[in-house]
């Protein structure tokens, strides 16, 4: 699906989308400093658009009405390889420095905007620049562009400016506007046009200030109360945000503390890398991201993690999302995704069902607790699984060493670190070893479990997987797999796309583990997916499915399935 799915188009579409809305964003508030997006974005000029308006010096539109002239726009053509224009994108600039233009006008319409006349927001646009849309519109026309070819971005009182045209679409410019995209970027209002994307971090005080266009006492405040067009549970994780001393003064939008959460260049460098990860097939408009922004000497003293500031509490999976230096990343007790990106990262976590993804570079995984509570089994293509004490599973991958907590002398505790070999945890000539595993290759294999507690990695191909020992985790992998268990107390532990499998001999002690399905995330409830063919249930999960061979849906029940 991905966090920034618009309209349902899909991921791809999605990250295409915001691609295009933040350059553009960015490229409103430095026209002459921003490169161009690389995606054949083009400044269309006054001359073209047949436009009369005031216009400055490097092709800046400025409102039109008097009260507005401090707003700004950009107005770009997107081409092909061939020249031909395929889209428009109209670009509102937010609130600038003194170097830009009326800084004072921008305030007082943000003020205006929260305790000001009725519907001030929703009015913006039309107020400022409702001749430019015209002629835009007309522009589009004119060139065989419907309103599906423009995308309308901004951020701040620029993404309040993309609100105000979306909630004004249907009725002004003759409806042209009405199908257009609309991205918006930390936007202290929330249209509630459907066509909008409000993009923005929960902990910046101006996104989603107002209730849609309504000031409220909230406003000034933390304001993180659902909002339908917006995402609503990602974290820029800055300077201001990890410090306790800091979080004494309330999070508020009076605090200017708190806006350091705000600047555009800012959003543009934590999404970015929210686009760019491995867990964005993942994610949601909702789910919860910790986006690290840290500042560079802060990275190696500061573990990013969710703190629960300036948000309401966070519910389901979280991903953690790193910088491409050395980072400290850290998950909770429930379900997490951690990705370190470039550097030599640190991953702890608290349990439950994860993935940690080092990335590049050298890169640790921190256990805090003795080596002997915890049992491991690498699948010898790259994963090695770590199952602690109360059976949660992490999924790792690019983890170079591991880091033990062990009795000490005098009641204290020691660190012992192991390297992560093919054969086991080396410490010194010390080896610990991997639980016995049979391992399979890129082809269909048949493997046999020898020993309880037996793991069997089918990785890819079409496998069978037997057992008639008990506690033995299988792991399919990618293919279609057949699997024979008895025994009982079997983990069977999908992932990515796992395929369609079936499972023989399936108990009531058995678990199902999902770890990373796309579509089927923390709260998937298997009820609403599950159907019952014959004398087998098939359980649908995301785009793949389980058969579990000879069993009812009666015999079911929630207790067996884990999904994260």
């Known amino acids: 699906m991905g966090l920034f799915d618009y309209k349902n188009a899909g991921s791809a579409a999605g990250k295409a989308l915001y691609s295009d809305a933040i350059a553009l964003t960015l490229y409103a508030y430095t026209p002459t400093g ?4 690389a ?5 269309i000029g006054a001359t073209a658009l047949g436009y009369q308006g005031k216009v400055g010096a490097q092709g800046s539109f400025f409102g039109e009405k008097d009260g507005f002239t401090s707003a700004e726009a950009e107005v770009l053509g997107k081409y092909d390889a061939t020249g031909k224009l395929i889209g428009i994108g109209v670009a509102f600039r937010g609130t600038g420095g003194l170097s830009y233009s009326d800084t004072f006008g921008d305030i007082k319409n943000n003020l205006l905007a929260a305790i ?3 519907d001030y927001a929703k009015n913006y646009a039309k107020n400022a620049f409702d001749t430019l849309l015209k002629d835009v519109a007309a522009f589009a026309i004119a060139h065989g562009l419907g309103a599906k070819d423009v995308l309308v971005s901004g951020h701040s009182l620029g993404g309040l400016g993309v609100n105000s045209v979306a909630e004004l679409s249907g009725d002004n410019w003759g409806g ?3 199908g257009a995209n609309y991205v918006a970027f930390a936007s202290p209002t929330q249209s509630v046009s459907t066509n909008v994307l409000n993009i923005g971090y929960e902990n910046d005080p101006v996104f989603r200030a107002l209730d849609g266009t309504t000031f409220s006492s909230g406003s ?10 917006a995402t609503n549970n990602i974290v820029n994780f800055n300077d201001h945000y990890a410090s306790t001393a800091q979080n004494l003064v309330p999070f508020s939008i009076l605090n200017p503390m708190s806006w350091s959460a705000h600047g555009s260049l800012g959003y543009a460098d934590g999404l970015n890398r929210v686009i760019d990860s491995k867990f964005y097939d993942l994610t949601s408009k909702d789910s919860t991201l910790i986006v690290s922004n840290l500042a560079l000497d802060s990275r190696g003293k500061t573990w990013v993690e969710d703190l629960g500031r300036s948000g309401e509490p966070h519910t389901g999976s979280t991903f ?11 998950g909770g007790a429930g379900n997490d995704f951690i990705e370190g990106r470039d550097g030599n990262d640190r991953f702890r976590d608290d349990g439950g069902y994860n993935i940690l993804l080092g990335g590049k570079g050298s890169n640790t995984f921190e256990l805090q607790k003795p080596l002997q509570n915890f049992s491991f089994a690498n699948d010898g293509n790259g994963t090695l699984y770590v199952r602690d004490a109360y059976g949660g599973i992490s999924l790792t991958r690019d983890i170079g060493a591991l880091v033990s907590k062990e009795p000490g002398s005098w009641l204290s505790t020691k660190d012992v670190s192991y390297t992560v070999t093919a054969n ?3 410490n010194g000539t010390e080896l610990t070893h991997y639980n016995h595993s049979l391992n399979g290759d890129a082809y269909g294999n048949t493997l046999a479990a020898t020993i309880d507690g037996d793991w069997l990695f089918g990785n890819a191909g079409d496998d069978l997987l037997r057992s008639d020992k008990s506690q033995v985790t299988f792991v399919g992998g990618a293919g279609n797999d057949v699997m024979h268990a008895a025994g009982g107390n079997n983990t069977f532990l999908f992932s990515g796309a796992f395929g369609f499998d079936a499972i023989n001999g399936y108990q009531g002690s058995d678990k199902l583990v999902f770890m990373g399905v796309q ?4 709260g998937y409830d298997y009820k609403q997916h599950a159907s019952q063919t014959g004398h087998d249930t098939v359980l649908k999960v995301g785009d793949f499915a389980v058969t579990l061979v000879g069993v009812g849906l009666d015999n079911l029940s929630t207790s067996s399935f884990t999904f994260a």
């Open 34 to 37: 921003q490169p161009l997006p």
């Open 320 to 330: 953690i999302i790193g910088t491409d230096s050395n980072d400290l990343l850290k």
């Open 519 to 522: 579509g089927a995330g923390q």
């Open 39 to 43: 995606t054949g974005w083009k400044p």
């Open 116 to 118: 000001g006349p009725v």
């Open 424 to 426: 086991g945890l080396l």
């Open 176 to 178: 042209f506007y009405k």
């Open 220 to 229: 000034v405040g933390k304001h993180d109360g659902y909002q339908a067009s």
